[in-house]
């Protein structure tokens, strides 16, 4: 069982350091593949809003404090947050993760090994001993906030979430300290 999905970064972390300001431009869109995954787990832990039956997310509704976030260079240059934050998805399941076209260029989402910083993620219907499998990345911002995030499952409707990056969302505590 994975002991956690949830850590938090340090500057000598690789997902990390490898946005820098000579990293290409971001992808539109990315496919996390099956084998990037790095452990799976019998369910989500309790810090972890679950949407649509098939991906765990640190949502303002479920977790008490803020992501921690790290000092990093944004896609393009500039400087940015990091918030190292696996992402959980139930193994058979279609989860499209992604950005809202207004925050294009000032939000990414980054999972997969090695994972390229993206306004959308896909993963695509794993097969797994576990029946939730866990994979490494996290969330990059230009400045801390309260950021909304689409899932959609299946090809189903997308649900807006919130997730505190850096900062917290309405309900939630700061974050944690290092």
């Known amino acids: 069982m994975l002991a956690g999905v949830i850590a938090a970064c340090t500057p000598g972390d690789p997902a990390a350091r490898r946005v820098t300001a ?7 869109f990315a496919t996390v593949r099956c084998d990037e995954v790095i452990g799976g787990q019998r369910a989500p ?3 972890l809003e679950v949407i649509g039956d098939a991906v765990a997310l640190p949502t303002s509704k479920a977790r008490a404090q803020a992501l921690q976030a790290s000092d990093v260079n944004v896609p393009g240059g500039g400087a940015g947050l990091f918030a190292k934050q696996g992402l ?5 399941r279609h989860v499209e993760v992604a950005v809202p076209d207004g ?5 990414w989402l980054v999972w997969g090994s090695p994972g390229s910083p993206g306004a959308r993620v896909v993963v695509d219907r794993c097969d797994a001993e576990n029946e939730w499998i866990a994979f ?3 969330y990059i911002v230009r ?7 689409h899932v959609r499952v299946d ?3 997308a649900h807006e979430v919130l997730i505190g990056v850096g900062a917290p969302c309405p309900g939630q505590g700061p974050a944690p300290r290092v």
């Not at 000579?22 to 539109?28: F, G, Q």
């Open 155 to 157: 090809g189903g409707a």
């Open 22 to 28: 000579s990293s290409p431009p971001p992808a539109a």
């Open 103 to 107: 925050l294009s260029g000032r939000f």
């Open 143 to 149: 400045e801390a906030g309260c950021l909304p995030i």
């Open 136 to 138: 490494a990345g996290g």
């Open 88 to 92: 959980l998805v139930r193994r058979g």
């Open 45 to 47: 832990s309790g810090d």
